[in-house]
T-cell receptor, first 112, second 115 residues
Framework: QKEVEQDPGPLSVPEGAIVSLNCTYSNSAFQYFMWYRQYSRKGPELLMY????GNKEDGRFTAQVDKSSKYISLFIRDSQPSDSATYLCAFYPSGTASKLTFGTGTRLQVTL | NAGVMQNPRHLVRRRGQEARLRCSPM?????VYWYRQLPEEGLKFMVYLQKENIIDESGMPKERFSAEFPKEGPSILRIQQVVRGDSAAYFC?????????????FGPGTRLTVT
């Protein structure tokens, strides 16, 4: 079983739609849950992170963590063409500093 | 307020040559991480360094790859005798503290092409 599973897409939605992006994971040690956005041929950009379970909202973005199901989601409201990018989930364990473990990314296309 | 800087942005090397990739972390950050991204794959951790110390190199191939983060100057990822399979995007990230290592900020990457 892979440590992180993420649907690669591509996911195509019309402008204004609500987008739901998801990842599942298997490592119970993960305590921080991140979402990065990566535009083509650019570096990943940290959108938001959540510690432990629950929701976190930042503007049009909402991150949701369900640790009991080992499932995380990123919702984008009122999607814009500028949201077209690859979205990467990433995970970080508690304790001493360590690496981020990434999903393979979901490619999102928001059309006019 | 400069972010993470990497150079060169693009690097072409022939098989057997050496590649040197440089990374300057964000101001005030003393923790540096290197990741590799192959086409259609996610980012894979390679190595984690603090000034003058390698903390975790569990993702680095045992041969031909090395990394350093000297007291002065940028972090360097060095690949000796490159092969075609080394062609990838190499990203550097930095964090301020060990306690905030979950907040890693990435540079624009170096795209290495081995011909």
């Amino acid at each position: 079983q892979k440590e992180v599973e993420q649907d690669p897409g591509p996911l195509s939605v019309p402008e204004g739609a609500i987008v739901s992006l998801n990842c599942t994971y298997s490592n119970s040690a993960f305590q921080y849950f991140m979402w990065y956005r990566q535009y083509s041929r650019k570096g990943p950009e940290l959108l938001m992170y959540t510690y432990s379970s629950g929701n976190k909202e930042d503007g049009r973005f909402t991150a949701q963590v369900d640790k009991s199901s080992k499932y995380i989601s990123l919702f984008i409201r009122d999607s814009q063409p500028s949201d077209s990018a690859t979205y990467l989930c990433a995970f970080y364990p508690s304790g001493t500093a360590s690496k981020l473990t990434f999903g393979t990314g979901t490619r999102l296309q928001v059309t006019l | 307020n400069a972010g993470v800087m990497q150079n060169p942005r693009h690097l072409v090397r022939r098989r057997g040559q050496e590649a040197r990739l440089r990374c300057s972390p964000m101001k005030g950050h003393s923790h540096v991480y290197w990741y590799r991204q192959l086409p259609e794959e996610g980012l894979k951790f390679m190595v984690y360094l603090q000034k003058e110390n390698i903390i975790d190199e569990s993702g680095m191939p045992k041969e031909r790859f090395s990394a350093e983060f000297p007291k002065e100057g940028p972090s360097i990822l060095r690949i000796q005798q490159v092969v075609r399979g080394d062609s990838a995007a190499y990203f550097c990230a930095s964090s301020q503290l060990a306690d905030t290592a979950h907040e890693q900020y990435f540079g624009p990457g170096t795209r290495l092409t081995v011909t």
